[in-house]
């Protein structure tokens, strides 16, 4: 019998300080992984800087997109990659380093062995590592208590972007992806269409380099259109 197939989607948007090391830490873990084969694919999201030199000069497996997305784009492009490579399942994973690949054992084992259909990696769990800041935690709790208003559903870390899903929602997902700041709205539109979704403990770093996309006036637009996004997604 084959092994189970898992893919690691990195969306990257100028990560030319990170990209390299985050796939060669990819790379050390799937070395000692043998329950299932680890492959990754950086999606180039049309960066600016020189993560798509990077990429190409030492042959890492990418695809780059001819426009800018965001990451609900670069992450359909992602999922739909993965449906038609026949992974049983995609793990996304940022391209900053917060996300440390050690735990994707952690995240994947629920899903591979049938006891949910999607695992959050969650930060507030066992509270180890980075937190984030206070504003952007009082943000999140407020979102995690929209979703449990509209959903009957508890997940604490909702805006957390290290998750694997099975290949019924890589089917979904590659179909009908939420945009913009997308994991929030997705968990919603997962929940209707009856997955179930299991939030794992693992430890967040501080970025490796570079900068966030996201500014603090960006943060305040972010929770202004993400909620009603939530909603609208809840209610229709």
């Known amino acids: 019998m084959r092994l189970p197939k898992v893919l690691v989607i990195i969306p990257a948007f100028n990560e030319e300080e990170n990209i390299e090391h985050v796939i060669q830490k990819i790379e050390a873990v799937s070395e000692e992984t043998c329950a299932y084969q680890v492959d990754y694919l950086a999606v180039n999201d049309c960066s600016k800087d020189h993560t798509l030199k990077i990429l190409k000069e030492s042959g890492r497996n990418y695809v780059s997109l001819p426009v800018n997305l965001g990451i609900g784009g670069g992450m359909q492009c992602g999922y739909l990659y993965a449906f038609e490579h026949g992974y049983d399942i995609a793990v996304q994973m940022d391209a900053d380093g917060q996300h440390d690949p050690k735990y994707l054992d952690v995240i994947v084992t629920p899903v591979l062995e049938g006891k949910t259909d999607i695992a959050v990696g969650s930060r507030f769990l066992t509270k180890e590592g980075v937190q984030s800041s206070a504003a ?101």
């Open 136 to 236: 952007r935690r009082m943000g999140i709790r407020f979102l995690s208590g929209l979703i449990r208003l509209i959903c009957g559903v508890d997940i604490k870390d909702v805006t957390s972007g290290f998750r694997a899903v099975n290949r019924d929602v890589i089917r979904f997902f590659a179909g009908n992806y939420a945009q913009d700041y997308p994991e929030p709205e997705s968990i919603v539109a997962c929940v209707k269409n009856k997955f179930t979704i299991q939030e794992v403990p693992v430890v967040m770093h501080e970025r490796c380099g570079g900068e966030s996309s996201i500014s603090p006036m960006q943060s305040i637009y972010y929770m202004f259109k993400v909620s009603i996004a939530v909603f609208l997604e809840g209610i229709f």
